[in-house]
């Protein structure tokens, strides 16, 4: 059994800082670690009328394709093998430089690139098109919602799951380091604990510092 899930999606840049720091606390504490999808293409698709989100809607959808291919990877390969594609599909999208140049090129090649880096068979990039894979993404993305509430995305982190409190975030624009990292976890897990506590939360808030 994990010690904690973390929901997320390739696209988004405050899930990738937010799963930077769970790795940062998992190699201090030992803790096991269970990635999860959570695809914001289908969270948001009775919502890309509104201008916002329209602009964002070809990033979440090559999100979902990217989704598809990790839980290829995971049924094959297992989970501890999805969490090393994320870290690879999190360096391509967040550290690579270009992401509209990225997300032109298509999900499945981004796919093959980071699977080869995983040393992972490339032919597993084609589920990125697979839309029966779809099912399982959306069944865990309302796992997510049922946790943390309606009102939320990436990334949702549930500690000790099933059963354990879930948050939507912690959002974070920075990955804290060494001993900062499990200073935050702690507080964080504190305040998870207590079920009645809801939100914390301030608007004023930083650019995302992916490479952090």
């Known amino acids: ?9 390739p696209v988004c840049p405050f899930a990738w800082i937010t799963s930077r720091w769970v790795v940062e606390v998992a190699e201090q504490r030992g803790l096991d670690v269970r990635w999860r999808p959570f695809s914001l293409r289908i969270l948001n698709e009775d919502r890309y ?3 916002d989100l329209g602009a964002k809607q070809q990033g ?15 049924e094959a390969h297992g989970n501890e093998a999805m969490g090393r ?4 599909l999190g360096r391509a999208i967040h550290l690579g430089g270009d ?14 690139r980071a699977l080869a880096e995983c040393q992972l068979p490339p032919e597993l990039a084609a589920a990125a098109d697979d839309e029966g894979r779809d099912t399982s993404i959306r069944a865990d993305t309302e796992v997510a919602r049922e946790r943390a509430g309606d009102d939320t995305g990436t ?5 000790g799951p099933p059963d354990g409190p879930s948050f939507f975030g912690p959002v974070i624009s920075r990955v804290p380091r060494g001993p900062e990292a499990v200073t935050l976890w702690e507080a964080v ?3 998870a604990r207590h079920s009645w506590f809801s939100e914390l939360k ?3 808030r930083e650019r995302p510092q992916v490479d952090s």
């Open 202 to 204: 301030r608007s004023l």
């Open 85 to 88: 594609l994320y870290t690879a």
């Open 155 to 159: 990334p949702v982190l549930t500690f």
């Open 49 to 51: 009328d509104d201008d």
């Open 60 to 74: 979440h959808t090559f999100g979902l394709a990217l989704l598809r291919v990790a839980v290829a990877v995971d």
């Open 189 to 191: 897990e504190t305040i």
């Open 99 to 112: 992401p509209k140049a990225l997300f032109a090129d298509g999900p499945a090649p981004a796919a093959e």
């Open 1 to 9: 059994m994990a010690d904690v899930e973390l929901f997320w999606d």
